[in-house]
């Protein structure tokens, strides 16, 4: 059975925050993790745009590699949500 995939996939997904330092707070948490998200069949990378966002630019070789990334910028994205509601309450 060939995997060979018939077409590629490339998104953009920005996340914008409400202050530069967060941002970067942001950024240098998830650049450990980048490297991790690395396969064949998918690729990741993280870009600091503008003071207050973060573009993650994914490229594919097939859907479920594709959603699979989706899903990892997704809960990041969740976490630092979170993260940041706990800390402004502080």
Not at 43 to 71: G, W
Request: with cysteine; proline share 2%; glycine share 2%.
């Amino acid at each position: 059975m060939s995997h060979k995939s018939f077409f590629s996939i490339k998104s953009t997904i920005e996340l914008i925050f409400n202050d530069p330092s967060s941002r970067d707070i942001s950024y240098n948490s998830f650049i450990p993790e980048i490297k991790k998200l690395q396969t064949k069949r998918s690729n990741l990378s993280i870009e600091k745009k503008n003071t207050t966002s973060l573009f993650f630019k994914i490229e594919s070789n097939d859907i479920t590699a594709f959603r699979a990334s989706i899903n990892e910028i997704t809960c990041f994205g969740k976490i630092i949500e979170n993260t940041l509601k706990i800390t402004n309450k502080s």
